[in-house]
């Protein structure tokens, strides 16, 4: 015999799990749910249920908060520790489930682990070998953030540009 069951009744299952459970795709709804991008229920069905069962203003509200509590701090994220500011806000895009924000790096305070040679993030982005690689892994370090830190909650995508640094800002205010 096979079960089927229908969108509506998915959601109110999951609706369910959020009224019980609290409103966060984390590792006991993946687990509940087997959530992956190649199943019946894909990462991005589950942001939007989410968005629809907390409400899109309260989603926005609570993004825009966690977004705003400055200095975030990654310091477990592959031998990296750095702390980064959102400084802007702009392009809220909830029929599409994203927002779009700018982000500035504190390179100078952080550091990054490489092979046992602790370097300054500084030292390590304007290293001509693999600076590249570098900021790259900052981005990837940031993205994987967002998703855990802001989306699991909201269910909204958080996309950013490359960061700002601090060592390359200039303020002459």
């Known amino acids: ?12 299952i999951i609706f369910k799990f959020f009224d019980k459970m ?12 087997g959530l992956d991008n190649r199943g019946e229920l894909t990462y991005d069905q589950a942001y939007k249920y989410l968005i ?5 203003e ?3 509200e609570l ?12 310091d477990d994220y592959g031998g990296y520790d750095f702390f ?3 400084i802007d806000i702009d392009n809220w895009r909830l029929d599409e489930g994203n927002v779009v924000v700018e982000v500035k790096v504190d390179d100078l305070g952080g ?15 304007d290293n001509e070998g693999h600076g590249w690689e570098i900021d790259d892994e900052v981005n990837w370090g940031i993205d994987e953030y ?3 830190n802001i989306t699991s909650q909201t269910g909204i995508n958080i996309i950013f540009d490359r960061p700002k640094y601090s060592s390359r800002i200039f303020n002459f205010n």
């Open 111 to 125: 550091h990054v682990d490489l092979g046992g040679d602790n370097m300054s993030l500084e030292d390590a982005l």
């Open 52 to 56: 629809e069962w907390r409400g899109e």
């Open 146 to 148: 967002f998703k855990e």
């Open 1 to 12: 015999m096979k079960l089927i069951i229908t969108e509506s009744k998915h959601k109110n």
């Open 22 to 33: 609290g409103g966060d795709i984390n590792e006991d709804f993946i687990s509940f749910f």
């Open 58 to 60: 309260e989603s926005k």
């Open 63 to 74: 993004a825009k908060t966690l977004l705003l509590q400055n200095p975030h701090h990654i």
């Open 84 to 86: 980064f500011e959102v």
